[in-house]
Nanobody, 123 residues
Framework: EVQLVESGGGLVQPGGSLRLSCAASGFTFDDYAMGWIRQAPGKGTEWVSDISWRGGISNYAESVKGRFTISRDNAKNTLYLAMNTLKPEDTAMYYC????????????????RGQGTQVTVSS
């Protein structure tokens, strides 16, 4: 059974930081590009970032570039997202996602997606 379990979300003040984690199981982790997508209340899903199979290439949405850093540990089957200088507009449910290619994460439907972790940025 494929599982993607996110953790690390919470309530943080503007300018603060959080680190999200995603523990993967049930598939060959390093055969997949991994990424994060988010959905704010009343809005559609938004691609945030993705990382290649061995972690050599990462991509970011313009809205988070310079503030967020994606990484992966293939030995631990875990994906991370370090989020700094958080803004209220970053408030959303954050989902971990897996796909055979980064292109699919950015423009298509991922093969697998987790249940999400809520990030709320508010004073």
């Amino acid at each position: 059974e494929v599982q993607l379990v996110e953790s690390g979300g919470g309530l943080v003040q503007p300018g603060g930081s959080l680190r999200l984690s995603c523990a993967a199981s049930g598939f060959t982790f390093d055969d997949y590009a991994m990424g994060w997508i988010r959905q704010a209340p009343g809005k559609g899903t938004e691609w945030v970032s993705d990382i290649s199979w061995r972690g050599g290439i990462s991509n970011y949405a313009e809205s988070v570039k310079g503030r967020f850093t994606i990484s992966r540990d293939n030995a631990k089957n875990t994906l991370y997202l370090a989020m700094n200088t958080l803004k209220p507009e970053d408030t959303a449910m954050y989902y971990c996602a897996a796909a055979r290619s980064p292109y699919t994460l950015q423009f298509g439907q991922p093969e697998y997606r987790g249940q999400g972790t809520q990030v709320t940025v508010s004073s």
